[in-house]
Every structure is written in C-alpha cells, then in structure tokens.
C-alpha cells in the first residue's frame, strides 16, 4: 500500500480550496477542484480565478495548461479529498455545518480503503466527528476512526488554515500547519500530504484541539482588537487622542495593543469566536462581549458622523475605503459598507464613496441615489466631512492642505 498522493480532490473553490488546488497541482499531483457552482468550474478549466489574490491567476493558468489542475462539478475518486467549504453562521449567531455536511456526503460515494479525508473548514469542536459519522452513514461497508481507531479502513483529520488573505500562496507554504487526526495514523498521513508543499512546522494534535486551536487563534485577535476599539471608545469621551495615547503604552515591554478601527470585517475572525460561545456559552464572556464591543462599532460611527451632518448645512461626507481592511478589494462582512450604506440611507447629506480596489457600488447600493463612487481627490475636494473607513496605502500620501478646513474622523489613525 502506497501513502503517496498521486491524485487529489478538494472540495470548495474558494479563497482557501483553489490556492490550495493549485499549490499542491504545482508538486505535480493530479488536482480536481470541485465546486457546485458551474461558472467557478468553467472559470478555472479555461486557466483564470474568480477571487482576487496576488499572482493566483499565473499559477491556476499554468497549471491548469500543464494538465495538472481542473475543475470538476461532481467529486471523483481520489486518494485524498481536502474539504474547504465556507462555516458560515446563522442568524442565531450559531454554526451552520451544511455546506460539510454536503461535501461529506459527496464525497462518500466514491470513497476507497485507504483513502484520508481532511476538513480545512473552520468548524466548532465537534465537526471532524460529525464529519466521520456523516461518511459512515453513508458507507456502512467501510470502518471510520471512531469505530476502529487506527485500524480503521477511511483516515480523517482536520488541519484548519491560517493564511491571511492579500498573503495567502506566500503563508500557505510559510506558515506553520496544525494537523489534527482523529488517530495517531490520521495525523501521520495527513502530515504526509501537507509535507508535500509546506515548508513551516506541521504540529500533530487530536483532532479537537486542532479544531479549538484555529477558532482560539482568531477569538484571540477579536479580543485584542475589541480592547483597541474600547480604548478608543474611552479616548473619545475624555478627548484624549488615541493612536498618540497606543503608541506612547506600546513602549512598555509587555503592551502591545492593536489598532482600534470602525469594526472587525472578514469572514473568519468576526465570525469564528462565536463557534466557542456556542459551544460553552458559561465561559466564554469575555470572548461574546469582544464580539459585542467590535459589532457595535460601526453603530457608534454611524452616529458620530450624523451629529456632526447635522450641525452643517450642506454636509458632503468623504467616505474613504469600503474594503474590509486595507490594500485588499474583499468588501465582505465589510463595517465599511455597512457604515456607508446606512449614512446614505440615513439621507444626511450627500455620500462620496472612494475605493480605489472596486469599479462599481456593490448591488445593495444601487437604490440609493445620495451615494457615487468617487476618486480620491475629488471626493478630498469636494466633501467637507471626511471618513476615513479602511487605512489603504493610497489614502496615507494625502497633501496635509487638501484636509485644512474640513471636519475629519479618522478610524484608522492613518491622518493621526
Ligand atoms: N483589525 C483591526 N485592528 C487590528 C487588526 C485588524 O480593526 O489591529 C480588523 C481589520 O481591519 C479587519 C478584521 O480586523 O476588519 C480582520 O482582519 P485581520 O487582518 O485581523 O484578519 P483576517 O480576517 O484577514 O485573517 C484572520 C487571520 N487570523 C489571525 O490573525 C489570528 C488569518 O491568519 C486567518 O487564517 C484568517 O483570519 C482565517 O481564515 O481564519
């Protein structure tokens, strides 16, 4: 019995499954991307991506020319299928497992003896076992870790990935890799494929604390960044400018406090801490009142910049930056839009919207008539409130003269 991967299939082309794809297809493993979403598929067979990412493009079109990669809407059989489908949340602020659900069960039909499984979704602690009894329900003539441990026919670990999204082909190969088995011989060969192409540490744990450690690893930055933002909030009341106030505790040797900003966007680290409250809402108070302290920033924006609209009687505000953070085009969960979105909807003056990662408004903008995407200079001239949203590198080289005269809430500190 051979443990090399001659062919894999990873479920989820998403901004994890498809660099992944594509990495492992550039060791000169035979890669099937498999997603439910035929417009995905046919993008990637014809060489280009649908997400944007630094120098992705050149390596899906080498590799899909190089016969190495390619699309595939139905999951075939391979020796290992690497699961990166979204964990979003529910309404309920609990985790919703059906998009693994589904791949799982995709997958099992074609299931062979030896095969290993790997979830990469962020999941609560919890989902690698549901994922094992998910296949065993559906393959009751095959044996799973949980009922015959090390012995057993299929091999399941979950190795969450930390790659930070502008950096992803750099850190998929740099970072440092948790691999989780549900046995000591999950962790073995799950290693193995990792070992493949990267190049940092791979950690072998149990596959519950690999779980706990990606959701402890996010819920951790959530709380530093909720205390920023609470400071800043404290800052504001007593007049004390805060970006002056983090650099001057940031001389101690043991203070390192992040930057306060107008929420926490993305998908992962607004989203992950509350799959810990979920599981042990008694003892996770500091971890859901993070989440409470970084969700009402936008609120506390939103209402800032209407006072200060009121006070004028033509206000123009200057929204700078819609992305979810800087130097990316990613609009998702974005407090930016949401901050933007509800001061055009508020109808409190005229909105000049600038991001310079974007063509167009998103959908959800075209109702409203009071909001432009605008350039940089022109919305610099033409506002007299300006809001600085995201700290793109573009905003930072702005002529200290174009701001004179205009009222200026920077949540970034980047003008501080
Ligand atoms: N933010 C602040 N202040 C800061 C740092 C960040 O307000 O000092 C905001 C950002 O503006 C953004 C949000 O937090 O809205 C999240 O940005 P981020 O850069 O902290 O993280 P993500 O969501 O891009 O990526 C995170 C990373 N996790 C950690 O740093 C612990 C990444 O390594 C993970 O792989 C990723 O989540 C994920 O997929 O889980």
């Not at 060489?47 to 899906?60: A, S």
């Not at 009341?237 to 505790?249: K, P």
């Not at 006072?307 to 609009?331: E, W």
């Amino acid at each position: 019995m051979s443990d090399a991967f001659n062919k894999i299939s990873i479920i989820g082309m998403g901004y994890i499954g498809l660099p992944t794809a594509a990495i492992l297809a550039n060791q000169g493993i035979e890669v099937v991307g498999v997603d439910k979403n035929p417009k995905v598929v046919k993008t990637i067979n014809q060489g280009q991506i649908h997400i944007v990412e630094p120098d992705l493009d050149t390596l899906v079109r080498k590799m899909v020319k190089a016969g190495k990669l390619r699309a595939a809407e139905q999951v075939e059989a391979s020796q290992a299928f690497i699961i990166a489908v979204p964990t979003p949340l529910k309404s309920d602020n609990t985790p919703d497992m059906t998009f693994v659900e589904s791949a799982a069960r995709a997958i099992a039909p074609v299931l062979q003896k030896n095969n290993l499984v790997i979830l990469e979704s962020t999941s609560p602690v919890g989902g690698t076992e549901s994922v094992a009894n998910w296949l065993a329900e559906e393959r009751p003539d095959l044996t799973f870790p949980h009922q015959a441990g090390d012995l057993a026919d299929i091999h399941i670990a979950h190795c969450p990935e930390r790659v930070l999204p502008g950096h992803i082909l750099r850190e998929l190969v740099g970072n440092a890799r948790i691999v989780g088995g549900m046995t000591a011989k999950c962790s073995v060969r799950a290693t193995a494929l990792y070992k493949t192409f990267v190049k940092g540490e791979c950690y072998t744990t149990d596959a519950r604390t690999a779980e706990m450690a990606k959701l402890t690893e996010n819920a951790f930055r959530d709380v530093n960044i909720a205390f920023a933002n609470e400071i800043s909030l404290i800052c504001d009341q007593l007049d004390i400018n805060v970006w002056n106030l983090i650099d001057l505790a940031n001389h101690h040797p043991r203070v390192n406090i992040l930057r306060p900003g107008p929420g926490v966007g993305g998908h992962c680290i607004a989203v992950d801490p509350w799959f810990l409250v979920h599981s042990s809402p008694e003892h996770s108070k500091l971890i859901h009142t993070a989440r409470t302290v970084n969700d009402s920033k936008p609120q506390y924006i939103i209402n800032k910049v209407k006072r200060i609209a009121d006070s004028l009687k033509a206000p123009v505000i200057a929204c700078m930056g819609l992305a979810f953070k800087a130097d990316i085009d990613d609009l998702r969960e974005s407090p930016s839009v949401k901050i933007v979105k509800q001061l055009a909807e508020a109808d409190i003056g005229d909105i000049l919207a600038v991001e310079p990662h974007i063509d167009a408004l998103p959908e959800d903008f075209q109702n409203l008539k009071n909001v432009s995407l605008t350039g940089f200079e022109k919305a610099l001239e033409q506002a007299n409130i300006i809001l600085l949203l995201v700290d793109h590198q573009v905003f930072s080289n702005v002529d200290p003269v174009a701001l004179k005269e205009k009222i200026i809430i920077d949540t970034k500190g980047l003008w501080a």
